[in-house]
């Protein structure tokens, strides 16, 4: 099952919507480190419509508690920093597709760790970033065609 992480997620509604993609494409979500809001927040729940209960989420404390429970191996991290275009990353069906926070990105240690393994959605030049629920639709939608195509 492919499994999406959010490193420190900042706003609600990006959450949601996120979770809500996760329950559509059958992936887990992952929620790690300090959050900018309560898991009880009304917009979170209301982001992931009446689809929350529904959905797979974990929680990870910190980032380091996080990074003891996967397999590194299995980490396509994505980051507007990245080298390589997010079409190019080689999807399984394990895979961990991990964020970062919507100010800050994904933290530059975890850039650092795993700089062969972070990609970036391509944008027109003058475009900063995309949104964090866009971001990750976009990534995970690409796993699920890559992986149905047996690539």
Not at 92 to 98: G, K, N, P, T, Y
Request: aromatic share 8%; net charge positive; with cysteine.
């Amino acid at each position: 099952m492919l499994r999406v992480a959010l490193i420190e997620p900042e706003i609600p509604g990006n959450t949601g919507n996120i979770g809500r993609t996760c329950l559509a494409a059958g992936a887990e979500l992952h929620l790690v480190g300090r959050l900018g809001f309560e898991l009880s927040e009304r917009r979170l729940r209301r982001a992931g419509l009446d689809y929350w209960d529904k959905v797979s989420v974990h929680r990870h404390g910190t980032i380091a508690d996080f990074l003891r429970q996967i397999d590194d191996a299995q980490v396509l991290a994505f980051s507007a920093e990245g080298a390589r275009e997010h079409w190019d990353a080689p999807y399984a069906a394990d895979s961990w597709l991990v964020f970062g926070s919507e100010s800050r990105g994904l933290p530059e240690p975890l850039r650092e760790r795993w700089r062969e393994r972070t990609y970036r959605v391509p944008m027109n030049p003058g475009a900063r970033s995309l949104n964090l629920s866009s971001a990750a639709a976009v990534v995970l939608y690409e796993a699920c065609r890559s992986l149905r195509r047996g690539r």
